[in-house]
């Protein structure tokens, strides 16, 4: 079955940085599209970035763009995301989520990673 | 890329249809077929109910239907159910390989 694993909970301070993984199982994923998401706690969700098959092409927020990176490994069957300069507004789960090629829509979510910045 | 605008809440009465408006603006909703809507549970991922502004994946109730007109897409609920309730997410292609989602609409049966 499609399953999306995520790499755990981390507590970060201001200023850090954070890389969350994300493997992938089940299906080919070499053909899908692959996209970060976050949601604060009690807010809406936030869509920060997203990669392509190849890995070649990624495009981010507006607002995020220069502190995110979205890269993936092929031979791992996984994909990372790398936040920089952390804020206590980053505080959010964050979760990756996979999109059939060209379909625009997200039709299969990781489990969510929470992610605390603190000092 | 300011998020779409949702109302915060609708409420319906188990049977009735309620609708969930999203509006955007010419350069995402406005220009495009790839709008989806998303379901949300309290500590749950989200799950997709709609997509391509009408589509219905497998497995989603046929009580979930989607239209855009201009700028405003919309979700509408028919037959309310008390498991409908949950917050729900649209979601628009904005070009440039980028997307926004709304700011959410909480659902309540009552």
Not at chain 2, 3 to 25: E, F, H, K, N
Not at chain 2, 68 to 84: V, Y
């Amino acid at each position: 079955q499609v399953q999306l694993v995520q790499s755990g909970a981390e507590m970060k301070k201001p200023g850090a940085s954070v890389k969350i993984s994300c493997k992938a199982s089940g299906y080919a994923f070499s053909s899908y599209f692959m996209h970060w998401v976050r949601q604060a706690p009690g807010q809406g969700l936030e869509w920060m970035g997203i990669i392509d098959p190849s890995g070649t092409h990624t495009s981010y927020a507006q607002k995020l763009q220069g502190r995110v990176t979205v890269t993936r490994d092929t031979s791992t069957s996984s994909v990372y995301m790398e936040l920089n300069s952390l804020r206590s507004e980053d505080t959010a789960i964050y979760y990756c989520a996979r999109e059939p090629s060209g379909s625009g829509c997200i039709d299969f979510w990781g489990q969510g990673t929470l992610i605390t910045v603190t000092s | 890329q300011s998020a779409l605008t949702q109302p915060a809440s609708v409420s319906g009465s188990p049977g009735q249809s309620i609708t969930i408006s999203c509006t955007g603006t010419s350069s995402d909703v406005g220009s495009s077929n790839l709008v989806s809507w998303y379901q949300q549970h309290p500590g749950k991922a989200p799950k997709v109910m709609i997509y391509e502004g009408s589509k219905r994946p497998s497995g989603v109730s046929n009580r979930f239907s989607g239209s855009k007109s201009g700028n405003t897409a919309s979700l509408t609920i028919s037959g309310l159910q008390a498991e409908d309730e949950a917050e729900y997410y649209c979601c628009s292609y904005a070009g440039s390989s980028t997307y926004v989602f709304g700011a959410g609409t909480k659902v309540s049966v009552l």
